[in-house]
């Protein structure tokens, strides 16, 4: 029942291929579950030879359902962290003039390749990654209130100081860069250390 409900949690944001291979793994993992009471109700009528065809069927489609699990999770990246790889360098980068924020609770700005979310609070800029770690939503579309980000996709909330999750779908926080003012610049960087996959996704010819 929980991995259920987590199933159809994630399923209920998916669209398209991703929606039907969904689909496809819980009516497959539901098919399993029949086939296996079939398979006792048989046993306990004395036919195990219908018992263990049943049972073997069942191992057959819970096979089937574990491959798309698997498909969904690392080729399609359903409940995945969207974030996983947007690394700023850990030198301190440029990333917009001071007066960006002027009047406004929060702007985006492209750091290299990462998009990065910068919000006036109270006085003190924040950065935090741009793209919601539960479906990549843009969070400069959504919401600031309260000292909280809320995605515009499926309104999970995040704390600006910490990016913690406060209120889902989202489970994964918000990744926090460091942040200060130089010359009327906005500068950021990574605050902690990555690991090898993420600062290097592909390796190298001489690997």
């Given at each position: 029942m929980p991995a259920t409900l987590t199933g159809a949690s994630d399923?209920?944001?998916?669209?398209?291929?991703?929606?039907?291979?969904?689909?496809?793994?819980?009516?497959?993992?539901?098919?399993?579950?029949?086939?296996?009471?079939a398979s006792w109700?048989?046993?306990?009528?004395?036919?195990?030879?219908?018992?263990?065809?049943?049972s073997a069927a069942g191992a057959g489609l819970l096979g089937v359902s574990g491959w798309l699990g698997g498909h969904l999770s690392y080729a399609a990246?359903?409940?995945?962290?969207?974030?996983?790889?947007?690394?700023?360098?850990?030198?301190?980068?440029?990333?917009?003039?001071?007066?960006?924020?002027?009047?406004?609770?929060?702007?985006a700005v492209l750091v290299g390749t990462v998009s990065v979310l910068?919000?006036?609070?109270?006085?003190?800029?924040?950065?935090?990654?741009?793209r919601c770690t539960h479906r990549g939503a843009p969070l400069n579309d959504g919401s600031f209130h309260d000292g909280c980000i809320e995605c515009p996709w499926h309104g999970s909330r995040f704390r600006v100081a910490d990016g913690q999750v406060l209120r889902g779908?989202?489970?994964?926080?918000?990744?926090?860069?460091?942040?200060?003012?130089?010359?009327?610049?906005?500068?950021?960087?990574?605050?902690?250390?990555?690991?090898?996959?993420?600062?290097n996704p592909v390796a190298s010819g001489n690997d």
């Open positions: 399923w209920t944001d998916t669209l398209g291929a991703e929606r039907r291979i969904g689909a496809v793994h819980a009516v497959s993992n539901y098919a399993a579950i029949a086939a296996y009471l109700t048989a046993r306990r009528r004395g036919r195990h030879g219908v018992g263990i065809g049943l990246g359903v409940g995945v962290d969207t974030t996983a790889f947007s690394t700023l360098p850990s030198d301190w980068t440029d990333a917009a003039p001071e007066t960006a924020l002027t009047g406004k609770e929060m702007v910068l919000v006036n609070r109270s006085g003190t800029v924040v950065a935090l990654s741009n779908p989202a489970t994964r926080p918000q990744q926090v860069y460091e942040t200060r003012v130089r010359d009327g610049r906005i500068q950021v960087r990574q605050q902690d250390e990555q690991r090898t996959l993420r600062t």
